[in-house]
Structure formats: structure tokens, C-alpha cells
């Protein structure tokens, strides 16, 4: 019953245009009333305590990381870098793309960032070269929502706030599945490229590889610093945000002197935007996660789902159907905050590791990003290539199916997730 409110206030909410953090709170606001113990104070409360959390703290460091990132050169010298050694092959730049996009996630942990860093420096060069666009688009969206899941990774920053479970393990745990998700999308994209008709660039030397490489080597030991310093235990993850944003900025400054004092100024104004933005949602979605807890929705969804308890697979299979269906009217952050306190009791008492769920469903919802009618990055993409939803669509299907598919072998062989996880923890 306290479900159905719920998610039927919030729909509701959305459909008329309300943005998601307001929307949040009409749908807890909605709950109190049901239950007869509506109280503004306790929504400003749960609103402060919401965003009042010291791993969050991670977040808007990341997020200047990102920007210090693109304003610093550090963007730039991976595609340079990534071009130098496969851009010279048949359908180069879209190898370039998804290289460039598993290095970035190793930077930013923002989908959103990443594919919008690629796609305006890429899907101009692929289109002069007779890329389709419609395709090229595709392929830079599907490749920029790795962000979410290689560390550092602002999405398994919140799950583990939410859940308790440790972000150094979630961070840890989304290398092997990140990688596989490339690799399925080089190989997708090896099937496509041969039907396509584009112009190849020049192959470069020997020289000009060594070059390009060593102008990136900078760049390329960003990602290097953040995961060996959270394996070795040096830092916690929201010191290593605070090193990537101290190191972006070092090397924007000093090494690429790209980065001017002015720049600075519009980076962190910049950034300090886009965190209000990601903290107000994290702290209404606390609000209803709050409310969700008190009206015991929790059990509810335990009764509902009981007699699946015994069979973790098929627990596992129902939950991500739910998700993926989730996924494509929500955003990312606020179903992770919404369903995690929802389906977490579930997995436990299935004998689930939270750490393993976390990772699948952060995979699934992170789909979501490039599926109609709420795909964040579908929007990214088209704003930047100048094309509408329905062609981006038309481009993206093929990798959509091949990150479906990644995501069903997570769930039917987890040992891909929990036996790597051993290694790097």
C-alpha cells in the first residue's frame, strides 16, 4: 500500500515536470499524510541528515577532479594518446571512443561527465571521416556510462553511504565488470565498423607514438594513483577524491600549463553547481528513504518477494527485471537511494553479499542512463551531435544488448565479480 503511494506520487510528480529532489519529497510528504504524522520538521531534519553524511564528502571532490580534468589538457591527451595507437585502423575512432572512455573512468566517475568530455572532442572528428552519426553517438554513450561502474565511481559512492557496504571493496569489485563491458563493446563494434564506409587517418610512427604516449603519461597515472592508493590503504576513498582533484589541478597547472587562475575560478563555480545539484537530490531521497523505512515497506516487499528468498538466482533475476524497469523512468541516484533500503534486507536474507547486488545493480540502473525516456546520457549525446532521441536509439541498440548481456552473466556466474574481488582487496 505504502508502495504504491509512494512510487504513484513520485510518477505523478514527474510526469508534470517536477524535478526529481522536489519530486522526492511530494512523494514522502504524500506518505507522511497517508500515515497521519505529517511533520516539516522531520522532512528538514532527514533533509539535512541526508546530505550531513563524511563519504559524500567524495563526491564534489570528484566531480572538481573532473572539470580540473577537461580545463587541464588530461581529457585531451588520453584521446590523443588512444589515437596514436588505434585510430590509424578500420572504424579507429570508435576504438579510440571506448579506450579513451575506460581510461576516463579511472578520472571522473561521472557518466555524464565522460561522455560529454568525449563526444565534443570525437563525434565531430568521426563525422568528417564518415562516421554515422547516429551510430557514433551510440557508441560514445554506451562507452561514457563505464564511468559509473570502474572506480572512482561517484554511484558506489552513494550506494555505500545508503548500504554500509565499503566503497573501497565496490571500488575495487568494478574493475573486472568494467572491463568486460569494453571488451563487449570493441567487440560489438568490430562487427558494426565493417559495414561502414570511413575515410582511415594516416597510421602513425613509431616516433609520434612514443610522443603522444609520453604526453600522456601524466594523465594515465591519475587512475593508477586513486586504485593503488585505496588497495594499498594509504587513503580512503574521499581522501582519494581530494588527491585526484589536488593531482588534476597540479598537472593542469604545472605540467600542461593549461590551467589559468581565472580557469580555476569557473572550475570550481562549475563544479560547485553540478554537486548542489547530485547532494539536494542524495538529501530528498533520503527524505523517502526515511519514510520508506518508517512505513515498512521493506517487509512488505519481503512478503512479496519471500518465497524467492531460497533461491538467490531467481531472487536476483526478478530484482534486476524490476530495476531495469526502474531504470528507464529514474535516474540513476535516486533509485539507488530509493531501492537500496527497499531490496537490501532482501538480499541479505538470501545470503547475497551486499557488496556483490550493489555492483550488479549500480550495472543495471547505470543501463538506464542510455534508455528511453529518461537516458541522462541519451540527452548528453544528443545535445552534442545535434540529433534526436529516436536516431540516437537507432545507434545505440546494439551496444544496449551487449551491456544487457554483460549484466545477465554477472547475475548468472557472480564468481566474475566476488572471485576478482579477493584479488584486489
Given at each position: 500500500m505504502m508502495l504504491g503511494i509512494f512510487l504513484g506520487s513520485l510518477f505523478v510528480a514527474l510526469i508534470f515536470g517536477v524535478p526529481i529532489a522536489f519530486a522526492l519529497m511530494l512523494s514522502a510528504v504524500a506518505m507522511m499524510f497517508s500515515m497521519d504524522m505529517f511533520d516539516s520538521q522531520i522532512v528538514a531534519q532527514n533533509l539535512i541528515n541526508g546530505a550531513n553524511n563524511f563519504p559524500l564528502m567524495a563526491i564534489p571532490f570528484f566531480i572538481l577532479a573532473g572539470e580540473f580534468m577537461n580545463a587541464g589538457g588530461i581529457s585531451k591527451r588520453i584521446v590523443e594518446f588512444a589515437m596514436a595507437w588505434v585510430g590509424h585502423i578500420?572504424?579507429?575512432?570508435?576504438?579510440?571512443?571506448?579506450?579513451?572512455?575506460?581510461?576516463?573512468?579511472?578520472?571522473?566517475?561521472?557518466?555524464?561527465?565522460?561522455?560529454?568530455?568525449?563526444?565534443?572532442?570525437?563525434?565531430?572528428?568521426?563525422?568528417?571521416?564518415?562516421?554515422?552519426?547516429?551510430?557514433?553517438?551510440?557508441?560514445?554513450?554506451?562507452?561514457?556510462?563505464?564511468?559509473?561502474?570502474?572506480?572512482?565511481?561517484?554511484?558506489?559512492?552513494?550506494?555505500?553511504?545508503?548500504?554500509?557496504?565499503?566503497?573501497?571493496?565496490?571500488?575495487?569489485?568494478?574493475?573486472?565488470?568494467?572491463?568486460?563491458?569494453?571488451?563487449?563493446l570493441i567487440v560489438t563494434w568490430f562487427i558494426i565498423s565493417r559495414k561502414e564506409k570511413m575515410e582511415l587517418p594516416p597510421k602513425m610512427t613509431m616516433k609520434q607514438k612514443a610522443?603522444?604516449?609520453?604526453?600522456?603519461?601524466?594523465?594515465?597515472?591519475?587512475?593508477?594513483?586513486?586504485?593503488?592508493?585505496?588497495?594499498?590503504?594509504?587513503?580512503?576513498?574521499?581522501?582519494?577524491?581530494?588527491?585526484?582533484?589536488?593531482?588534476?589541478?597540479?598537472?593542469?597547472?604545472?605540467?600542461?600549463?593549461?590551467?589559468?587562475?581565472?580557469?580555476?575560478?569557473?572550475?570550481?563555480?562549475?563544479?560547485?553547481?553540478?554537486?548542489?545539484?547530485?547532494?539536494?537530490?542524495?538529501?530528498?531521497?533520503?527524505?523517502?528513504?526515511?519514510?520508506?523505512?518508517?512505513?515498512?515497506?521493506?517487509?512488505?516487499?519481503?512478503?512479496?518477494?519471500?518465497?524467492?528468498?531460497?533461491?538467490?538466482?531467481?531472487?536476483?533475476?526478478?530484482?534486476?527485471?524490476?530495476?531495469?524497469?526502474?531504470?528507464?523512468?529514474?535516474?540513476?541516484?535516486?533509485?539507488?537511494?530509493?531501492?537500496?533500503?527497499?531490496?537490501?534486507?532482501?538480499?541479505?536474507s538470501a545470503g547475497i553479499d551486499p557488496v556483490y547486488f550493489g555492483l550488479v545493480m549500480i550495472i543495471n540502473l547505470t543501463i538506464g542512463l542510455i534508455t528511453p525516456p529518461v537516458g541522462t546520457v541519451l540527452y548528453v549525446g544528443c545535445g552534442i551531435s545535434g540529433i534526436s532521441m529516436v536516431d540516437v536509439v537507432k545507434g545505440i541498440w546494439p551496444f544496449l544488448i551487449v551491456h544487457a548481456i554483460v549484466l545477465l552473466l554477472l547475475i548468472l556466474f557472480p564468481s566474475i565479480i566476488i572471485v576478482p574481488l579477493h584479488w584486489f582487496v
Open positions: 578500420r572504424g579507429g575512432l570508435g576504438y579510440v571512443a571506448i579506450i579513451a572512455a575506460v581510461l576516463f573512468s579511472g578520472l571522473s566517475g561521472s557518466a555524464v561527465a565522460d561522455t560529454a568530455a568525449l563526444g565534443a572532442i570525437l563525434i565531430p572528428m568521426m563525422v568528417a571521416r564518415g562516421y554515422n552519426k547516429n551510430v557514433s553517438t551510440g557508441v560514445i554513450c554506451a562507452a561514457g556510462i563505464i564511468a559509473c561502474v570502474i572506480p572512482p565511481s561517484i554511484p558506489m559512492i552513494i550506494y555505500g553511504v545508503v548500504s554500509g557496504a565499503s566503497i573501497t571493496q565496490l571500488f575495487m569489485g568494478g574493475i573486472i565488470p568494467g572491463i568486460i563491458m569494453g571488451l563487449g610522443i603522444a604516449t609520453k604526453d600522456a603519461v601524466w594523465a594515465l597515472m591519475m587512475p593508477v594513483i586513486i586504485i593503488g592508493g585505496l588497495r594499498g590503504g594509504v587513503f580512503t576513498p574521499t581522501e582519494a577524491a581530494v588527491v585526484a582533484a589536488v593531482y588534476a589541478l597540479f598537472v593542469g597547472v604545472v605540467i600542461y600549463r593549461q590551467i589559468k587562475l581565472k580557469d580555476i575560478y569557473e572550475n570550481l563555480i562549475a563544479a560547485g553547481k553540478t554537486t548542489s545539484t547530485v547532494m539536494f537530490v542524495a538529501a530528498a531521497a533520503m527524505v523517502a528513504a526515511w519514510l520508506i523505512t518508517v512505513a515498512n515497506v521493506p517487509n512488505d516487499m519481503a512478503d512479496l518477494l519471500g518465497s524467492l528468498t531460497e533461491s538467490p538466482l531467481l531472487l536476483m533475476l526478478v530484482i534486476n527485471i524490476i530495476l531495469l524497469a526502474v531504470g528507464m523512468v529514474m535516474d540513476l541516484t535516486p533509485a539507488i537511494l530509493i531501492f537500496t533500503p527497499v531490496l537490501l534486507p532482501i538480499i541479505k
